[in-house]
């Protein structure tokens, strides 16, 4: 069993920053890669960001620049810094750890709200 836990979602003005974090937790074996996606009310999820286990990043095209993933494999968390936030980045965040290469899993966490307000 695998166990993944989001936290440091909250509400935030404009132009503020949070940061992300999550945890993984149980038989992790091979971390593939970890990303962080997101869902708007009335939206599909999106990718926001993503890191594989080497340390390559991909970004939404929407946060270059304003946010930065960065991990640590042998505690097995991913951060998300978010700055100069916009009210278009409220949405609930969720946190994915794909495990496996062969064979790939994803894991989820619950998801965190973040509210950015104008």
């Known amino acids: 069993q695998v166990q993944v836990v989001e936290s440091g979602g909250g509400l935030v003005q404009a132009g503020g920053s949070l940061r992300l974090s999550c945890a993984a937790s149980g038989s992790i074996f091979s971390i593939n890669a970890m990303e962080w996606y997101r869902q708007a009310p009335g939206k599909q999820r999106e990718l926001v960001a993503g890191?594989?286990?080497?340390?390559?990043?991909n970004y939404a095209e929407s946060v270059k620049g304003r946010f930065t993933i960065s991990s640590d494999n042998a505690k097995k968390m991913v951060y998300l810094q978010m700055n100069s936030l916009k009210p278009e980045d409220t949405a609930v965040y969720y946190c994915n750890f794909r495990l496996g290469y062969e064979i790939r899993r994803d894991y989820w966490g619950q998801g965190t709200q973040v509210t950015v307000s104008s």
């Open positions: 890191i594989t286990s080497g340390g390559s990043t």
